[in-house]
């Protein structure tokens, strides 16, 4: 990786994302800016076409080398209820956001990176199952200012990204 890439950090969603961009430099991390964006329409074709183009132009204004996600995570089947413990239409909404990122990536030409949700919490708070407040704590705790939780969500896959890159970095060198 070279010194000075912006990371776009991402969280998708069907009603709002969480977008950063992270830097590394001299080993540091640096936050250059995010933010949590309210995807505008009443339907659902609204705001992804919303989504393409505020990304679309985000992206044309922003030098992004490479982009970080968070893995879909589908919770497991519950046996004893005979269903899953959430309405399964939230990740094939979540599906046709990430359509868009990956769609843009390459347009862009931009290479996508994707990290488990237990690593982005293990990378962050290194607890595998640390939960929603801790995550935003720790985020907030690391560039000392408040952040909303998608926004705080993209901050952390960022920097998982960045942890993941400087240590096969250093198994390089």
Known sequence: MIQNS?????????????ISILSLSSGKIELINSNQIYLEGRSLEERLN?????????????????IALEETF?????KKAGAYKFN??????????????W????KYGIKVFEYSNGDVKKAITRNHQASKSMMINAVSKIFGK???EDEADSIAIGITHLIAKKLSMQKLA
Do not use: C, T, W
């Open 6 to 18: 912006h990371i776009l950090g991402l969280d998708p969603g069907s009603n709002k994302v969480g």
């Open 146 to 148: 408040k952040f909303e």
């Open 74 to 78: 589908i919770a497991p089947f519950d």
């Open 88 to 101: 399964l239409d939230a990740p094939l909404k979540l599906s046709m956001s990430r359509g868009i990122i």
């Open 103 to 106: 769609s843009l990536a390459g």
């Open 50 to 66: 919303f989504l393409y183009n505020y990304l679309n132009n985000y992206l044309s204004l922003n030098s992004v080398q490479e």
